[in-house]
């Protein structure tokens, strides 16, 4: 089964508007990764967060970890038509092989 | 971008087919993974390599195989394709530290008909 949980599954917006999207997942872990996919195509990475951390920014990003509640968000600030794609959680566990674990991920249309 | 390369990009092919997907990657990664998706679906983790002679089966099921023969390459082979079989394939890879991120290749888009 499936480490993360994406909430919500579909997200559509403004542009201009903020973006948020959370993940919960289950075991204990040494890291949560947020990966982008445009459709069809291959996963980029955009952010990882330590389980030590708490916040995060990478440009318009921002990522948060509470991990008491095993959950995290990212917001997308001031979104733009071209952010119109699926974001995935995934959690890594350095007990559990390094594996990368994926929610369902969240798709995200922006509308213009 | 990414020097992690996946072909071929789309596949239509019969039932009973043997084929085999490629995947190579030019960074030097220990670790290479192959994961399958549904269209707009989550991602399950078919099968992994923590290195060369080194394979794995992942959380979900899978008739596939897969080889590590090379550090570079990793080819995902299923010997009798069904249409059960249709989805998108994705490989990728990191390196063998922890907190590092994967890279992944364009995918392979396989329909069995």
């Known amino acids: 089964s499936q480490q993360g949980e994406e909430d919500p599954q579909a997200l559509s917006i403004q542009e201009g508007e903020n973006a948020t999207m959370n993940c919960s997942y289950k075991?204990?872990?040494?890291?949560l990764q947020w990966y982008r996919q445009n459709s069809g195509r291959g996963l980029v990475h955009l952010i990882l967060?330590?389980?030590?951390?708490r916040e995060k920014h990478s440009g318009r990003l921002r990522v948060t970890l509470d991990t008491s509640k095993k959950s995290s968000s990212l917001l997308i600030t001031a979104s733009r038509a071209a952010d119109t794609a699926s974001y995935f959680c995934a959690t890594q566990n350095n007990n559990a092989g390094n594996m990368l674990t994926f929610g369902g991920g969240t798709r995200l249309m922006v509308k213009p | 971008e990414a020097d992690i390369y996946q072909t071929p990009r789309y596949l239509v092919i019969g039932t009973g087919k043997k084929i085999t997907l490629e995947c190579s990657q030019t960074m030097g990664h220990d670790k290479m993974y192959w994961y399958q998706q549904d269209p707009g679906m989550e991602l399950h983790l078919i099968h992994y390599s923590y290195g060369v002679n080194s394979t794995e089966k992942g959380d979900l099921s899978s008739e596939s195989t897969v080889s590590r023969i090379r550090t570079e390459h990793f080819p995902l082979t299923l010997e009798s394709a069904r249409p059960s079989h249709t989805s998108q394939y994705l490989c990728a890879s990191s390196e063998q530290v922890a907190d590092t991120e994967a890279f992944f290749g364009q995918g392979t888009r396989l329909t069995v008909v």
């Open positions: 075991t204990s872990i040494n890291n």
């Open positions: 967060i330590r389980s030590n951390e």
